[in-house]
């Protein structure tokens, strides 16, 4: 009796430890965030705050995104019109401003589908039969020898245009990265010395997956979500730039840029601030990322 106690304590302290590893370092990452970060990092993560503020009230910084003056129509910036007006007279910064709640909100909605769509389908692969793994892969690996632009318009050719069917539709483009990081966190956990023991104490499926298959899988697939959020904003305003998702007048970045492309040599910034905005977004959200990735597997970030 006293050997197999001490086979069961050494099981359960070998399955404690293995559990929380991944979780520790997540966990590690969120604590140091971006203490030491160089000061671009600290830059863009201030870019990022006023984004997400701009985002919950956007009233606060400027007024209305659609209000007319065809007196006012193509002019340039002023003190009055900081970044101009546009071909109906409506203000560019009320517009740049209002435009960041969809842009974001389109980036952010599509990296959830897609991160929540990868993890469950990597997970079946990971823990589930040989030849279900086999079939989901090789979709995935169809999905990944197609350009994801292409993949959201087929989509988008079957549920039709619309915010909401570019949201889903760039999320199911970016789901095959993240269903092979699980499978690949699942692979590795499930052949480890801490799972076989927790399947000798007698754990079911579910409770291998929520303890040990996830808290392991977690700090990764949030590293690549941050990054992978830059990435999901350009392909919608992309998206929105053909004038697939947000209709007009509502003020979009890629709607905004699509209407200025005609005006580029009188009015040049009807594209300009727009565009800017798109790309300082993308540059913060990505020096953050990887400055995150950066802590999370023990390097500088730098």
Known sequence: MTVLDATGAERSGRLRRGAGAGAA?????ARSGLTGAPVPVLIAAAVLVLAALLVVAPGLVAG????????????????????GT??????VFSRVVHGARPSL?????ATVISVLGGALLGLVAGLGGRYGDQVLMR???MLLALPPLLVAL???????SGTVNVLIAIGVAFIPPYSRLVRA???LVRRSGYLEAAVGLGLSRRVLTVRHVLPNALGPLLVLASVGFGTSLIYASSLSFLGLGTRPPAPEWGAMLS???DFLQTSWWIALFPGLAVTVSVVSINLVGRHLQGRYTGRTGR
């Open 25 to 29: 370092r997540a966990a590690r990452a």
């Open 64 to 83: 209305s995104p659609t209000q007319t003056d065809p007196a006012a129509a193509l002019r340039g910036p002023t003190p009055h019109h900081l970044f």
């Open 86 to 91: 546009d071909q109906l007279g409506r203000d």
């Open 105 to 109: 909100l389109l980036g952010c909605g």
């Open 139 to 141: 979709v995935m690996d």
């Open 154 to 160: 087929v989509v988008i050719s079957v549920l039709g």
């Open 185 to 187: 966190e699942a692979l």
């Open 259 to 261: 209407d200025g492309r």
